[in-house]
């Protein structure tokens, strides 16, 4: 079995989550040119926006890069095609089954990793052509499944033989080693690039991710059956007022509809739903990519040193007892 890094060409294995209306192809190129892997996230816009979106991320770097294709946009047949044809190098999906897709993008030579939220859908991928899937935690920001990223992680590596990759509750150097640990050959970090300096979004959206506490992100929507997590304020508490007093799920919709463009792109953190996950309480600083990246894989290397030499010195008293 290929590594991750083998498989999609990186130096290191770390990939940039695919957030609607934050990962555009300036944190997305600046995360490829740090040696990961950078995303740009489709979402529900236009196959123009995104094909505009790839050749501005080209400009930038020469190093391999993906698209994140919601299934359910109303523009997902158009959005695959553009993505074929502009040669991207790999597609995360959400939201759906991409077997519909998949011989396009095989044939364009492009690695399809869907983002799955249970070993049953992990399954599936592998059976679909995947060539790894990224098992995603419900300590992640945005829509969120039930289970944790410890409980899923190690489950997922055992149902299928493509690699997996960990996401949800993933923040420094401790997280990657904790997913190594699981069975993971890589993860999947959101939350932690949303205060790069290569991030767009407005600075209130950043200062609210980077002055939470590790109680703010809380969820949402779970009366829909589409749970959602953000950090709390207004919003939350007027969605979680409605859902108690027994509002429907299309009342609840309406009252959602346009919260996260509301935060990522106008600004409002009050209105606006600020998706991050829980590891929001653990982000202080603002860092350019290539400072996040390189402190991650420095933060990894020592703690997989410290833990090597403890085990070491554990056995060595264990043999001397």
């Known amino acids: 079995m290929k ?4 498989l999609l060409g990186i130096s290191y294995p770390i990939i940039q989550g695919g957030m609607a209306w934050v990962a555009t192809h300036s944190i997305a190129a600046a995360v490829s040119e ?3 892997l950078g995303i740009i996230a489709a979402g ?3 196959s123009d926006w995104l094909r505009a979106e790839i050749r501005a991320c080209k400009a930038l770097t020469n ?4 698209v994140n294709i919601m299934l359910l946009s109303p523009y997902v047949d158009e959005v695959a095609q553009v993505v074929a044809e502009e040669g991207v190098s790999m597609v995360t999906t959400g939201a759906g089954n991409p077997g519909k897709y998949m011989e396009l993008w095989k044939s364009a030579g492009i690695k399809v990793i869907p983002v799955v939220p249970s070993v049953a859908l992990a399954k599936r991928m592998e059976k679909c052509g995947a060539d790894a899937v990224i098992a995603e935690g419900g300590e992640s920001g945005g829509h969120i499944g039930e289970l944790s990223t410890m409980a899923l992680v190690p489950q997922v590596v055992d149902a299928v033989d493509i690699p997996v990759i960990a996401a949800g509750g993933i923040g420094d150097g401790r997280g990657i080693a904790a997913a190594f640990m699981l069975g993971a050959q890589g993860v999947q970090m959101g939350t932690r690039f949303l205060v790069a300096k290569e991030c767009d979004i407005p600075d209130s959206y950043k200062q609210r991710v980077l002055k939470a506490s590790d109680i ?5 929507g779970r009366s ?3 749970p959602v997590r953000s950090l709390r304020n207004q919003l939350t508490r007027e969605f979680a007022q409605l859902e108690k007093s027994g509002a429907t799920p299309e009342e609840l919709d309406k009252f959602g509809t346009g919260a996260l463009r509301r935060a990522a792109v106008e600004g409002d953190v009050m209105r606006g739903s600020v998706l991050a996950g829980q590891i929001s309480g653990m982000i202080t ?3 350019t990519a290539k400072e996040m990246v390189e402190e991650l894989i ?3 290397n020592q703690v997989l040193a410290d833990k090597i030499e403890g085990l070491e010195t554990m056995v060595s008293q264990i043999k001397n007892e």
């Open 44 to 46: 529900h816009a236009p």
């Open 216 to 220: 703010d992100a809380v969820v949402t």
């Open 34 to 36: 740090a040696g990961g």
């Open 3 to 6: 590594t991750i890094c083998d």
């Open 224 to 226: 829909t059956g589409h």
């Open 298 to 300: 420095l933060e990894l």
């Open 285 to 287: 600083k603002e860092q």
């Open 63 to 66: 190093k391999p890069f993906g």
